[in-house]
């Protein structure tokens, strides 16, 4: 935390500056979690069955996704509201460069046909130049005429998907190419995992370290004052310009592991309740946090599969998404809503602020019974 | 025959519309600076409770335009109440984020209710037409809807210029401190503002679900999309500038409707997007809106 924003130090973490956060930050212990969490996550293939791993493939994409908004949003304070812009410009990106020309429904849809990881890292370059195109916007509008210019996008890049039909298909959208690196077709739902985790480990590890350098320190400032960061010397224009570039990018890799889970890219999944789903996913998880954004896309991918899974056991859910009762996507979508004010109104560092509370209530009945039992036994000894 | 003509007075009356759900915006945006992501449902709410009482409930057409009508302004105000104003002061993000989710609870719970199945409204309009001569015609619902919102306008600016309580909420939105120390009750205030916004998203609603559109729909939300960039053409904090821009967005839109057959060569439903075009270029160089306060910064 910068020292310019000490009311973003929660109450409770500075009485417990001393011990527990300590141990937790101490240099050991936070590899050795990580690790440990590396293993679990390699280990899923084995454990989940496909449709178990399917979600998690795409919880996986879902937190890169996550990572590129909350550097964004959480971490340098830009009101721009439109994940799914980046994530469409991605995969189509990736749908053109990496798929040959080919006639589909008796349209000539035009493709580069490039090997297909030189088509991945192009289309997470364009990503990045787009948002590179567009941090003027961040840089001369105020946050709200922001906020509303970038729902303007998505509702652009949709126009243009629907109808820039010899390059994106249209409404029907257009397939795209199996990822292949020397030789290896990654086709199967566990080597696309393991492609995803890979990304997301990469992602995670140069966010992480974005942040807890010069750049990210940076960015905490001017998202809490743009005029004191820029009096400390910050260079708030080249630092927004920078995060665009950033998210951008990281929001295309999201985009083509998206197009390559699918297999398939239409326009409408990229609409205005996908980005909804990303914001869910960042404010239900921690704003502002690696570990939250993490958390959250966990959180907000696999609550509809456990309400699909097991909804018949709760009231007002219909199976076959007629009848009277909410489908599985109805429910969950009620679901985000209901989390989303829950966690604004009573915890608003989301899971991560949630966890940390429940870890500190625990050790502290642990700490009060250690005294309790310490002066039981020093009363004992006075006594006797 | 030119239709420039009859597109502009369509463009008027759908613009009229757009500006009393602008003004819903700014008034909550004024009172408790928030932008309010859930308009767009309750407008949809709105509609589909007029439809659901009039024709099921028997209590006729005006009796459940009036039901409906306060049963959303006293939405608005629960929600100002349970939702925003514990939030009060946490920033434009958090509480445009808790409105995004209150919007994702109302819509889904509406989308639901209506499916696919589509909620006639019953109004005693139905689908007959104006002919205003020289090839000028409107839909008479589009006629009424016009004059309630001219006539919603004007009593709404006497009222926030001359009434105690639009003085007071002007004052609020001047400085909140300031005014409270001279005993106006912000709390109230802002209850006031989101049920009116409330109020005149239910009128909206009811009239932009009558012909030509076939009745109450999700889809309706849409136009409370297309009422943001209206609020940032004016900018944002007023209400002139909502009024405005509603106008503004109305008429490109309803024109470049008009001549889309010749405009192909942008694609289908290019309509859609012109608002958003209009905005972001109009944005780039007047950041601040048409009317909005410029921001000052102090240090």
């Known amino acids: 935390m910068s020292r310019l924003r000490p009311e973003s130090v929660p109450a409770s973490r500075m009485w417990a500056a001393g011990g527990r956060d300590l141990v937790w930050r101490s240099a050991a212990v936070r590899p050795a979690a990580y690790l440990a969490l590396l293993v679990l996550a390699c280990l899923m293939p084995v454990l989940l069955t496909p449709f178990w791993l399917q979600t998690a493939l795409f919880a996986l994409i879902a937190a890169i996704g996550a990572l590129s908004l909350n550097i964004l949003m959480g971490s340098a304070g830009i009101l721009a509201i439109s994940p799914s812009f980046f994530f469409a410009v991605g995969a189509y990106a990736y749908a053109i460069l990496g798929s040959p020309s080919e006639d589909k429904f008796g349209i000539a849809l035009y493709g580069v046909g ?92 140069y966010i992480a ?27 708030v224009e080249h630092y927004k ?13 999201c985009g083509v592991l998206t197009a390559l889970a699918f297999r398939h890219t239409i326009p409408d999944y990229f609409g205005f309740f996908l980005s909804v789903n990303f914001l869910a996913m960042i404010v239900i998880g921690g704003l502002g946090s690696p570990v939250g954004a993490v958390a959250g896309a966990l959180f907000v991918t696999f609550l509809p599969q456990f309400i699909v899974e097991w909804g018949t056991w709760l009231p007002l859910l219909s199976t076959q998404g007629i009848g009277s009762g909410f489908t599985a996507q109805e429910a969950s979508q009620i679901v985000f809503g209901v989390a989303i004010a829950l966690f604004l109104l009573f915890q608003p560092r989301g899971i991560v602020g949630l966890s940390r509370a429940v870890a500190e209530s625990a050790a502290g009945i642990v700490t009060a019974r250690r005294a309790a039992a310490a002066a039981g036994s020093a009363n004992a000894t006075t006594e006797a | 025959m030119d239709i420039l003509p009859e597109l502009i ?100 719970i509406l989308q639901k209710a209506i499916r696919d199945s589509v909620f006639p409204l019953g109004d005693p309009w139905g689908n007959r037409i104006i002919d205003f001569g020289g090839g000028i015609t409107l839909p008479q619902s589009r006629f009424v809807a016009l004059l309630v919102a001219i006539a919603l306008g004007a009593a709404f600016f006497t009222w926030f210029k001359y009434h105690r309580w639009g003085v007071a909420m002007r004052a609020a939105a001047e400085d909140g401190a300031t005014a409270a120390l001279m005993g106006i009750p912000l709390g109230r205030i802002s209850s006031a503002a989101w049920g009116l916004a409330g109020a005149l998203a239910a009128v909206a609603g009811m009239f932009l679900s009558t012909f030509p559109t076939a009745g109450a729909d999700p889809s309706l939300r849409l136009v409370a999309f297309a009422a943001f960039p209206a609020i940032a053409l ?66």
Do not use: C
């Open chain 1, 114 to 205: 490039l090997p297909t990881p030189i088509a991945l890292v192009l289309a997470v370059a364009i990503t990045g130049i787009v948002g590179w195109l567009l941090s003027p916007l961040a840089r001369r509008l105020r946050e709200l005429p922001l906020a509303v210019a970038s729902i303007g996008l998505i509702f652009l890049a949709l126009h243009v998907m629907d109808n820039a039909t010899k390059l994106t298909g249209g409404s029907l959208g257009r397939a795209v190419r199996r990822f292949s690196l020397f030789r290896y077709d990654f086709s199967s739902i566990t080597s696309l995992y393991f492609l995803a985790l890979f990304f997301l480990v990469l992602t995670w590890w």
């Open chain 1, 209 to 235: 370290n974005l942040l807890r350098s010069r750049p990210g320190r940076a960015l905490e400032a001017l998202r809490d004052s743009e005029i004191a960061a820029s009096a400390l010397g910050i260079d």
């Open chain 1, 241 to 253: 310009q920078r995060v665009f570039v950033v998210s951008g990018a990281i929001g295309g890799l």
């Open chain 2, 9 to 108: 007075v369509t463009g008027i009356a759908f613009g009229a519309l757009l500006s009393l759900v602008a003004l819903g915006f700014v008034i909550q945006y004024r009172a408790t600076a928030t932008l309010n992501f859930a308009q767009g449902a309750l407008l949809v709410l709105g509609a589909y409770l007029v439809s659901k009482l009039a024709i099921n409930a028997g209590i006729g057409f005006w009796g459940a335009f009036l039901v409906s009508i306060v049963a959303v302004t006293f939405l608005g105000v629960a929600v100002e109440r349970l939702l925003v104003r514990p939030l009060f002061g946490r920033g434009l993000f958090v509480l445009g984020i808790m409105t995004l989710g209150l919007d994702l609870v109302l819509i889904t």
């Open chain 2, 234 to 299: 004016g900018g944002f904090d007023s209400t002139t500038g909502a009024i405005a821009g509603g106008m503004i967005i109305g008429i490109t839109t309803q024109i470049v409707l008009g001549y889309e057959s010749h405009l192909s060569f942008l694609g289908r439903g290019v309509h859609n997007v012109v608002p958003y075009v209009v905005l972001i270029v109009f944005l780039l160089f007047k950041p601040d809106g048409l009317l909005g306060t410029k921001e000052v910064h102090r240090v």
